[in-house]
């Protein structure tokens, strides 16, 4: 062998190592996924909840392994935020397709002195039977949205009242890990987005 064709082999791979490597660090250090929503990953707070659904069933986060979880806090009498936060999560389910089925919706109530459980199984039914509320006391209430850092007032109106909450959405990954925040105003189309790409790393 030439010493021109041996200096052109250790060329050869000395390029080709380097190409190896390159592809290495770029793996390791590969950006993470473009989320259109909040990517709160690293959260130390909504770790999880343990509330009543309508038919007296105390639920977790555990029992939804395997699938994405979106969870609102709302009341059945609000007039525009949680039927608006519903809706959108219907078209999100439809623009998943077959895996609509991966992702549960849950609504917690921010109202248990009027909303029972039967009032909040047909609320959410009406949406879309797949979708389940859940409820606590008082204290269970406060205690829960405190950890999910939601906010929450009653606030009188004439002879009754309404209720002032956060509006913010919660997505946990099919891992039961805390992921995303979606905003009131995020489209149905941004969700899914990012949606999809949590199913895929599932």
Known sequence: MTFARRTFNRSLLATT??????????????????FKNIDITDAEYAKGFSLSDPDGKVR???????????????????????????TRAIEVRRQLG????????????????RDTAELLKGYTAAFDPS?????????????????FKVFYSKVPTGSTYTMD??????????????????????????????????????
Request: net charge negative; aromatic share 6%.
């Open 17 to 34: 190592a380097t190409l190896a490597l390159g592809g290495l660090l770029t793996a390791c250090t590969k950006a993470p996924p473009p």
């Open 60 to 86: 977790t986060l555990d029992d939804f392994k395997g699938r994405l979880v979106m969870v609102f806090f709302g009341f059945t009498q609000c007039p525009d935020v949680c039927p608006t936060a519903l």
């Open 98 to 113: 077959p895996q609509g089925d991966k992702l549960q919706v849950i609504f917690i109530t921010v109202d248990p002195e």
């Open 131 to 147: 979708f389940l509320a859940l409820r606590g006391d008082d204290a269970q209430t406060r205690a829960t949205a405190r950890d």
């Open 165 to 202: 909450h956060t509006a913010l959405s919660y997505v946990y990954d099919t891992q039961g890990k805390l992921r995303l925040a979606v905003r009131h105003n995020q489209t149905a189309d941004d969700i899914t987005h990012d949606l999809k790409i949590l199913l895929g790393a599932g």
